[in-house]
């Protein structure tokens, strides 16, 4: 190999990794949303195994079917790292569906439905709990929301970062 030969190697393979590098930061944008997801889906499954073990058979199926609805939104961002397009409906819609299941069991824990709902709230300290958590993923859900909102219209840090790189190309 000569030397123009190596030095068109070097050029080629930087282009690559610089390529490679946008596609990372692309799919870096939806981090913060892709780990809430995760937590949501591990708490539908905690949720379904308790209620099994309760025997709660509402809890099983709610639990179930939100947790089936967050492994096919996980899946849905899982596609980023492939596909740049920037909207993510599966996901937007699955946080829209989980906040309002939370809004709708937090008034279910001051019903009589609580029995069936969640089975395991025996006193007001675990109701508080249950209470706080539900508004935790409210709120977790609504930034999600905020996040997608922003890679929607290029409002995102991660976008600006993109932009200047791509500029400065190694």
């Given at each position: 190999?000569?030397?123009?030969?190596?030095?068109?190697?070097?050029?080629?393979?930087?282009?690559?990794?610089?390529?490679?590098?946008?596609?990372?930061?692309?799919?870096?944008?939806?981090?913060?949303?892709?780990?809430?997801?995760?937590?949501?889906?591990?708490?539908?499954?905690?949720?379904?195994?308790?209620?099994?073990?309760?025997?709660?058979?509402?809890?099983?199926?709610?639990?179930?079917?939100?947790?089936?609805?967050?492994?096919?939104?996980?899946?849905?961002?899982?596609?980023?790292?492939?596909?740049?397009?920037?909207?993510?409906p599966?996901?937007?819609?699955?946080?829209?569906?989980?906040?309002?299941?939370?809004?709708?069991?937090?008034?279910?824990?001051?019903?009589?439905?609580?029995?069936?709902?969640?089975?395991?709230?025996?006193?007001?300290?675990?109701?508080?709990?249950?209470?706080a958590?539900l508004?935790?993923?409210?709120?977790?859900?609504?930034?999600?929301?905020?996040r997608?909102?922003?890679?929607?219209?290029?409002?995102?840090?991660?976008?600006?970062?993109?932009?200047?790189?791509?500029?400065?190309?190694?």
């Amino acid at each position: 190999m000569d030397r123009k030969e190596v030095e068109r190697e070097k050029a080629e393979v930087a282009k690559t990794k610089h390529r490679e590098s946008i596609k990372y930061m692309y799919f870096s944008r939806y981090l913060m949303i892709r780990y809430i997801v995760t937590i949501f889906l591990f708490c539908n499954l905690i949720w379904f195994i308790i209620s099994a073990y309760y025997g709660s058979r509402f809890g099983i199926f709610a639990a179930l079917i939100m947790g089936i609805y967050s492994a096919v939104a996980s899946f849905e961002q899982l596609s980023k790292m492939h596909n740049r397009k920037r909207d993510i409906p599966i996901t937007r819609i699955y946080l829209y569906v989980q906040m309002a299941v939370n809004a709708l069991l937090v008034i279910g824990l001051f019903t009589p439905l609580k029995k069936i709902i969640f089975p395991f709230v025996i006193n007001n300290d675990i109701l508080y709990f249950m209470v706080a958590f539900l508004l935790i993923g409210i709120v977790l859900a609504a930034l999600c929301e905020f996040r997608i909102y922003q890679i929607l219209n290029d409002k995102d840090r991660y976008y600006r970062v993109i932009e200047v790189f791509k500029k400065h190309q190694q």
